[in-house]
Nanobody
């Protein structure tokens, strides 16, 4: 089994920054691809960022503000979020897929096999 544990959420004013972290643990042997999703105020789950062997995807709404980094040695994946706006408010989840090298390269929740419990991010205006 694989466990994903997020941390780093919280409350911040607009324009501020937060750094989310996700630790990957458990018994697995294959390489994996990671992603961050968020559930917004309309209860929609949207892909925020995702890493692949040779690229990183960012949603248009976060490009230039969010940076995702994956450390396979430490088995962590971080999401640095800068210039936060109230529209970034939501529950953030990290997710993993083990169909490496992860084709097709789509940030579809159905492609991800394991999920963390989520961490809340609240941005006030």
């Amino acid at each position: 089994q694989v466990q994903l544990t997020e941390s780093g959420g919280g409350s911040v004013q607009a324009g501020g920054s937060l750094r989310l972290s996700c630790a990957v643990s458990g018994n697995y042997y294959n390489r994996y691809c990671m992603a961050w999703f968020r559930r917004n105020s309309e209860n929609e789950r949207e892909g925020v960022a995702a890493t692949y062997p040779d690229s990183t995807y960012y949603a248009d709404s976060v490009k230039g503000r969010f940076t995702m980094s994956q450390d396979n040695t430490r088995k962590t994946v971080d999401l640095q979020m800068n210039s936060l706006t109230p529209e970034d408010t939501g529950m953030y989840y990290c997710a993993a897929r083990f169909d490496y090298p992860c084709y097709p390269r789509v940030v579809d929740p159905g492609k991800y096999n394991y999920w963390g419990q989520g961490t809340q991010v609240t941005v006030s205006s």
